[in-house]
């Protein structure tokens, strides 16, 4: 079973490697995931519920962001405007103590009213001490300006898990009043409701002051506690933050919703030893006394605070690299990335690709980036793969760091990915930001689309590697596709009040936002043409620059740029969840085409609603008649069925896979593979996949269709990729059947040609990047059904295997030169499954003492390989333990191993009993968990397990999780029963 892979940028990324079947047979990029669901709080008061609508009614239409956006609406046009800075002194003020006794707060929706909007953050905070083990103590005070949007007596922010201490209001025009009646802190909506004696009038400006005192977390979220080991082997702690999407709250008191926007600065006082990054630039420190020091930073651009990010730590920097602005030459960039001490140099080809992507984007977009510094910096305990704050971008280490003599290629590509991503959303979602959280993928998707197909591309094609960025874009397409697919899948854009709790926001960062919102844009762009694309999207930056927009806004501009009616097109992608598949049938040279949605379970129960949904589908198609082979285009209205062209042979629909669709050509079987390039002739093996899972393709046909791939003269690159796809997904739906398995698996291993697989370094050396990613996953197939054999077939990789082994023994020996660093992971995976009780103390030794990121990641899927379940059980143990392995390396370890044949059933078990431990502990990751675990069971009896454990243990806001994985083995329960038989007897003819 090959390493399970995950998507995009999401909370547990990591680097596992090359492109790569997953556990149910999707391909997906490596990185991480999560995702949840919760229903919305009911109101149970009539008389409350009358005044939210109200006040929500109200304030829907104050933005509560930039001033001069709104100076825009009408409400505002008389608001004066004060343009002093939070005050930290008064004559007088207006303080009150917590209420004495809790009751029902004034405010019961999760959302904040638009009452009020805030301009300026002044936040103090003292941090005395890094080396306590646990509870890190640390206390603050928070100023925020003020302005009153229409008139109110009540205050909400939020606020959670930190403790406030005092409160303060310092109205502006009548200093001596004493205003504040009361103030109560409410758990379960994370929010601080400060009652006043009496309403504040429209146009009002004042300055809320509140002092509170927390520790730092240990949960890797809010404001967190981060350790490592120096190259000393000393422990070091280190305090950063991690915001997104609904954290800042846990850290200081704020309006933690995206449009209240608002410049922050920071005073920080802190140990001597350590210095402070923040969002904006340094302005000064003072030295207290005492081993402390106090720091002050300039005020940052208006922002969510979301956005918000300090790193209080002993890490070192890089030589710091200054860039001229493209678009501005009095403008320069500082870019300095920060990491551990001796791991400085391997942040060297990160530097490079930051200071080229940020000149791609300013050209691309027409927009400077707009800070005087970017400070870039690896975090040793990070869930996600990176987070995009404003001036100061944080990593998970194995996202950033690239070591040239023992890092792959792939991670040196996945590198280069992270980074454009990031630096994307310093465009898309910092600069412009969504107007709420219903609508993530217009921050996640573009950066997506944007990095990959801009950023990346663009540095490869500049720097002349020859990396495959479009292909493996295409390749994480079928993952979100599979997702959407389900009938728990969700909207795009989703009504913003079914987006409210944490969790059911935190359920909205999954593939549906990054990849499928990616892929729609991909089409977008395909059918408008790239300067369309372009025009539009400097329009929409330009005319939402430091403030929110909505997917309304976005289509508003690509209408005016292309001169059609792009709103509506783009409409029913982003509000009608699923994807159609569109058939072509060819009757007498006529050519009919049709659409339904798509659903890949065909036991579960579909609603009249989701039976008749419908999609504009700009279709882009290859067809061949007696006199051409020509690509065309028609526009496909939201309508069932039409008739596009005449006097044809036959015809491929998704010409280039341009589109987020399926289809099911009829006439499949006449398609000439040979005429159609190697993008459309993996596209249809992924529509063929699909259509036999669902049940609308017969067996036969699906085999047929993939036996020609792979049988078609120099097959490239993606019908590769789909091939072995195809493969993965019939090997592990027969892994629990021991002899259809060796059959399947038999037919599989010859096709892989092992004995004729050229290892040595120089040949490796001298392939295309392509060809030698392809040659390594064919290879971790033949290693996951019989590493014995590969030995065998191929003596030249058996002695790599041996001198493999003697790098780890001997400490000044090393394989650099004779082991390619792309196959070096196979190469060690296949030594320690030749002994895996002999290795295992040594690797997890290496593991252990590792100082590379990319080295680690290898270490942990080598160890997660093992056949022997007591060693697999030993590892799961071990994340149990922290000091073992980090939290954050926690979920991707165990869905390793449960993404491995052998490991199924043990990770299973282990998820079970330990249920508890893992969601308190991994509450963003527990989707991810949920998908690994469970994507490829195919029986009653793992449906029945999942059922009656799910029902007895909380999922918080993961129902959809549930749901979803609990449609994919539902599905695999039906292609066992209704295709295993035939696609059994189709392969081995």
Same mark, same amino acid.
Request: hydrophobic share 35%.
């Given at each position: 079973m090959s390493e399970l892979e995950e998507v995009s940028f999401w909370p547990g990324q990591s680097s596992y490697g090359s492109w790569n079947g997953s556990a149910d047979g999707s391909y997906s990029r490596v990185g991480g995931a999560m995702h949840k669901e919760v229903s919305c709080r009911k109101r149970t008061v009539v008389v409350i519920a009358v005044v939210v609508c109200i006040l929500f009614i109200i304030g829907i239409s104050i933005p509560a962001g930039m001033l001069q956006h709104l100076k825009n609406k009408e409400e505002v046009k008389e608001l004066p405007v004060s343009t002093d800075k939070p005050a930290t002194t008064s004559p007088k003020s207006s303080t009150a103590q917590p209420s004495p006794s809790p009751h029902s707060p004034k405010w019961s929706s999760q959302r904040l009213p638009r009452t009020i909007y805030v301009s300026e953050y002044n936040i103090k905070l003292t941090m005395k001490d890094l080396n306590h083990k646990n509870h890190i103590p640390y206390n603050g005070t928070v100023d925020i300006l003020v302005h009153v949007a229409n008139s109110t007596d009540l205050i909400v922010l939020h606020a959670f898990n930190i403790n406030i201490s005092k409160v303060e209001i310092l109205l502006h025009s009548s200093p001596t009043d004493s205003i504040l009646s009361g103030y109560e802190t409410y758990d379960e909506l994370q929010q601080l409701q400060i009652s006043l004696k009496k309403p504040l009038d429209m146009g009002s400006n004042f300055t809320l002051q509140i002092s509170f005192d927390a520790t730092l977390r240990e949960d890797l979220h809010g404001f967190y506690r981060s350790v490592y080991t120096s190259p000393l082997d000393d422990e070091k702690a280190m305090a950063v933050t991690q915001f997104e999407a609904t954290h800042a709250r846990k850290a200081f008191p704020c309006f933690d919703e995206p449009d209240f926007k608002a410049r922050f600065k920071l005073t920080i006082t802190r140990p001597s030893h350590c210095h402070t990054l923040f969002n904006s630039p340094h302005n000064k420190t003072v030295d207290e006394g005492s081993g402390l020091e106090t720091d002050t930073f300039e005020y940052s651009p208006e922002m969510s605070s979301y956005l918000v990010a300090i790193v209080v730590s002993e890490l070192k920097h890089t030589q710091p690299l200054l860039i001229q602005s493209t678009l501005n030459a009095s403008q320069s960039i500082k870019i300095t990335l920060y990491g551990r001490e001796n791991q400085l140099s391997q942040l060297e080809f990160a530097k490079n690709v930051t200071a080229e992507v940020i000149k791609v984007f300013e050209q691309f977009f027409q927009v400077a980036y707009p800070l005087p510094k970017l400070d870039i910096v690896a975090i040793p305990d990070f869930e996600n793969g990176a987070m995009e704050n404003w001036g100061l971008i944080t990593?998970? &280490? #194995? %996202?950033?760091?690239?070591?040239?003599?023992?890092? #792959?290629t792939n991670q040196q590509q996945w590198v280069t990915e992270v980074v454009a991503h990031e630096l994307a959303h310093q465009w898309f979602g910092n600069y412009v930001t969504m107007k709420w959280w219903n609508e993530v993928w217009l921050n996640e998707g573009f950066a997506t689309f944007v990095g990959e197909m801009i950023g990346t591309k663009t540095f490869a094609e500049n720097q002349g590697y020859d990396w495959p960025v479009e292909e493996n874009f295409l390749l994480s397409v079928t993952s979100a596709a599979r997702v959407d697919s389900l009938h728990s899948s969700h %909207? $795009? #854009? =989703?009504?913003a009040g079914s987006v409210e709790s944490p969790s059911v926001i935190d359920s909205m960062f999954d593939s549906i936002s990054y990849t499928k919102g990616a892929a729609i844009l991909r089409m977008l762009d395909s059918f408008v043409t790239r300067n369309v694309t372009?025009? %539009?999207?400097?329009?929409? $930056?330009n005319s939402h620059s430091y403030g929110n927009a909505e997917a309304s806004d976005l289509w508003a501009y690509f209408d005016k740029a292309s001169g059609l009616s792009i709103s509506e097109m783009m409409d029913s992608w982003t509000k009608t969840p699923g994807l159609p598949l569109i058939s072509a049938v060819v009757e007498e040279g006529h050519v009919t085409?049709?659409? =339904?949605p798509f659903f890949l379970c065909q036991t579960c129960n579909s609603s009249s609603e989701e039976e008749e949904r419908t999609w504009d589908v700009p279709l882009q198609y290859f067809y061949k008649n *007696? +006199?051409?082979? *020509?690509?065309d285009r028609f526009y496909l209205n939201a309508t069932k069925e039409s008739n596009i062209m005449q006097d044809v042979d036959w015809i491929k629909l998704n010409a280039d896979w341009t589109g987020f669709y399926l289809v099911n050509n009829t006439d499949i079987d006449l398609v000439d593979l +040979? $005429? /159609?390039s190697d993008v459309d002739v993996?596209? /249809?093996?992924h529509n063929s996949l699909q259509l036999i899972r669902e049940g609308s393709l017969s067996s036969q046909s699906f085999i047929s269709t993939l036996k020609r791939a792979m049988a078609t003269e120099q097959p490239g690159y993606l019908t590769t990729y789909m091939v072995l796809q195809s493969w993965w997904f019939i090997l592990n739906i027969f892994d629990q059947n021991y002899d259809s398995y060796n059959e399947v698996s038999g037919a599989a291993y010859v096709w892989l040609n092992v004995s004729n697989m050229d290892v040595s370094y120089g040949a490796l050396s001298n392939m295309a990047v392509t060809d030698r990613e392809l040659l390594v996953s064919k290879l971790k197939m033949a290693l996951s059904i019989d590493h014995d054999r590969v030995v065998e077939d191929n003596p030249e990789f058996h002695n790599l295997t041996v001198l493999w082994r003697r790098s780890i &023994? &001997?400490?000044?020996?090393?394989? &650099?030169?004779?082991?390619? =660093?792309?196959? %070096?992971r196979e190469v060690g995976k296949c030594s320690f499954l030749t002994d895996e009780g002999g290795m295992w103390s040594l690797l997890w030794k290496e593991y252990s003492d590792a100082t590379v990121p990319s080295w680690e990641t290898d270490l942990e899927v080598i160890l997660t390989s093992a056949k022997d379940i007591t060693l697999l059980l030993r590892m799961l143990d071990n994340c149990l333990n922290e000091e073992k392995i980090k939290q954050d390396k926690t979920i991707s370890i165990i869905s390793l191993i449960t993404g491995q044949r052998r490991g199924r059933a043990v990770g299973w078990d282990f998820m079970r009993t330990n249920w508890d431990f893992l969601y308190d502990r991994h509450k963003t990751q527990i989707s991810r968990l949920v998908s690994a675990s469970t994507s490829t069971f195919s029986s009653h009896q793992r449906l029945q397990e999942m059922d009656e454990f799910f029902e007895k243990n909380k999922v918080g806001g993961d129902e959809r999780a549930v749901s979803q994985a609990r449609e994919i083995v539902l599905s695999n329960i039906f292609f066992m029963e209704n295709r295993s038989g035939d696609i059994l007897n189709s392969i081995l003819k």
């Open positions: 990593f998970r &280490e #194995s %996202a950033l760091l690239y070591d040239p003599t023992l890092s #792959s %909207a $795009l #854009s =989703r009504s372009q025009t %539009a999207l400097q329009d929409y $930056l085409v049709s659409q =339904r *007696k +006199e051409v082979n *020509k690509t +040979e $005429l /159609m993996a596209n /249809m093996l &023994e &001997e400490t000044n020996f090393s394989y &650099e030169g004779i082991i390619h =660093r792309d196959i %070096a």
